[in-house]
């Protein structure tokens, strides 16, 4: 390994050792990896300790179609068609599957590479499994690359084995306390993302990572995002919203548009969302 690779893997040794929940600083920790190993798109699905999915962060847009046909027919069921599922992964004795795995016919032909990998510019991959000492299972971290890049190289892949350790640790210690926002908050460099809603509150037109972003601010609540906003905005002409959660704290704000007048009085109202993730501070 190189000196710059060392130092690249000594960063992102330091996210996993950060005191908070590993679905904050994950984000990170993908985009950092294509400066360790240059990838399309990373992948970290979370699961239980039988080895069933609980969550999971790509990077990128996700297609709510694809996404949906993926969990209704392929997950755990058609995907073995092509490679092993990802449950019987988890559960397997290997810490590393090669992508020259997939360099096979049977997975090219397969409904899996055809309906759900290739139309998300997806074709080759290294997935390496996260288990504790004990054998249970804690999740799988995946680096793809798109149809006519290179498949990755056995030494590529070997440069992913020294983060095993420190991954594990992190994802084996998610009981302790985490201290996240306790040393503060701060916007994420990422863009704000914008939605726009309709009078009816559904949402017409989004930015690229908006529904993502917003997916994240909803997981654990009781009551969506959106909803309760629209219920701080009722009457109001603005509101804002601040969501603590696993992924972060995550601030959205209403904000009521008045048609303009050459619009014509019968024209439809709308409300723009502005959704900013923050991060603590020690992570930022």
Known sequence: MSAKQTRQLAHLRDLCALPLPSAQWMPELLAELHRLVPSHRNLFDWCDGDGRLTRYCIEGPIDTRIERLYFDEFHNRREAEAMPSFGSALRGPALLHSARELDTARFIHSALYHEIWRP????????????????????????????????????????????????????????????????????????????????????????????????????????????RLLQACAGRDAAELTVDGIWGRFVLRAQRLRACTAAGPGSPAFMAVQLQRHEPRSLA
């Not at 996260?130 to 070997?158: D, N």
């Not at 991954?167 to 916007?187: I, T, Y």
């Open 120 to 227: 998300q510019g997806l074709r080759w991959r290294v997935e390496l499994l996260l288990r504790e000492a004990c054998g249970r299972p804690l999740g799988s971290l995946v680096l793809y690359r798109a149809p006519g890049e290179p498949c990755f190289t056995p030494a590529e892949e070997a440069r992913l084995l020294p983060l095993l350790p420190h991954l594990v640790r992190a994802l084996g210690s998610e009981s302790a306390a985490h201290r996240a926002g306790k040393d503060g908050w701060q916007p994420s460099l990422q863009a704000p993302e914008t939605l726009l809603l309709d009078a009816g509150g559904a949402v017409v037109h989004a930015s690229s990572h908006a529904l993502v972003s917003l997916r994240q601010a909803d997981d654990g609540q009781a009551v969506p995002g959106l909803t």
